[in-house]
Structures are given as structure tokens and as C-alpha cells.
């Protein structure tokens, strides 16, 4: 699984889209390029397969995601489907969980299809999809100066 990790790496790096990546043992960690708070996209290795996720310690930060979720009415799992799509990838999203670890992070997460565990490049579609959906909503894009 980690040499799956390793080599999402480049494209992690060579995409632009994060402020910056980081290797952890059992996953890899893309922070949130223009987020005014902490928060990060990550790949991690669970019980042999691939989860991807976006986490923050903010309580704000997750609420204005959950706010624009509500107001626009799409289901997240469609947004990333539609980021999915958009990268060559046709298939349906198993739901997205949204929960406060014991961390206390807030969470948005969900596993990757099988074929995923063994795909550096399907693995990297969801990264991206993931970052691409969640930039849109709430002010984890930075939103505009008031």
C-alpha cells in the first residue's frame, strides 16, 4: 500500500494545487493551498485499502462547508463524483462520513474502490477530486476578502 502512497506523490507535488505534502507512515498528507485555517487532504492506508479524506481541527471551517452543502442542495458525494468525472474516472461513490474523530478533527472521508489500493493513478483522482470539490464550498478556498 505505502509504494501506492509514494507514488502519488509526484502528482501530489506537481499538481500546485497544495500548500505543501507530507509522507506519514501510513498515509500522505496535502494541506489546503489557500485555507485561512488548518486543514488538509489526505491518502491513508486502513485495513488494506485506501481512504481519502479531508480534515480539519476547525469547528468553523467545517461548519461553513456543511452551510454551503445545505444551501446549494448537492449531495457531496455527487460533487466529488462530478470532480471525478471531469478526471476521467466513471463510477459511484460510496457515501461520504462526516464525523469528529477522537482527535477532535472534523472529518469528511470515504474508502476508495478496491482497484484503487493497487492504482497510484486512480488513488490520485480522488486526491484531486477531493480537493477540487472541497475548494468550492465553504471558505476552505479562501473565499473572498470582506
Same mark, same amino acid.
Request: aromatic share 10%.
Given at each position: ?15 500546485? =494545487? ?26 491513508? $492506508? ?5 481512504? =481519502? ?10 461548519? $461553513? ?26 463510477? +459511484? ?10 482527535? +477532535? ?42
Amino acid at each position: 500500500m505505502n509504494s501506492v502512497l509514494l507514488s502519488v506523490l509526484p502528482h501530489a507535488n506537481a499538481r500546485g =494545487v497544495f500548500r505543501s505534502v507530507e509522507v506519514l507512515p501510513d498515509r500522505l498528507r496535502c494541506h489546503a493551498k489557500d485555507c485561512p485555517e488548518p486543514a488538509w487532504y489526505e491518502l491513508a $492506508s486502513s485495513d488494506n485499502q485506501l481512504v =481519502v479524506r479531508f480534515a480539519t481541527p476547525d469547528r468553523w471551517l467545517s461548519e $461553513s462547508i456543511e452551510s454551503d452543502l445545505m444551501h446549494f442542495g448537492d449531495p457531496l458525494e455527487e460533487l466529488v463524483e462530478e470532480e471525478l468525472a471531469e478526471l476521467g474516472w466513471k463510477g +459511484k461513490l460510496p457515501t461520504i462520513k462526516h464525523f469528529r474523530d477522537d482527535a +477532535k478533527l472534523y472529518t469528511f472521508e470515504n474508502r476508495l474502490p478496491a482497484d484503487a489500493s493497487e492504482s497510484a493513478e486512480l488513488a490520485a483522482k480522488f486526491l484531486f477530486a477531493y480537493e477540487a470539490a472541497f475548494r468550492a464550498l465553504g471558505d476552505v478556498g479562501g473565499g473572498e476578502d470582506e
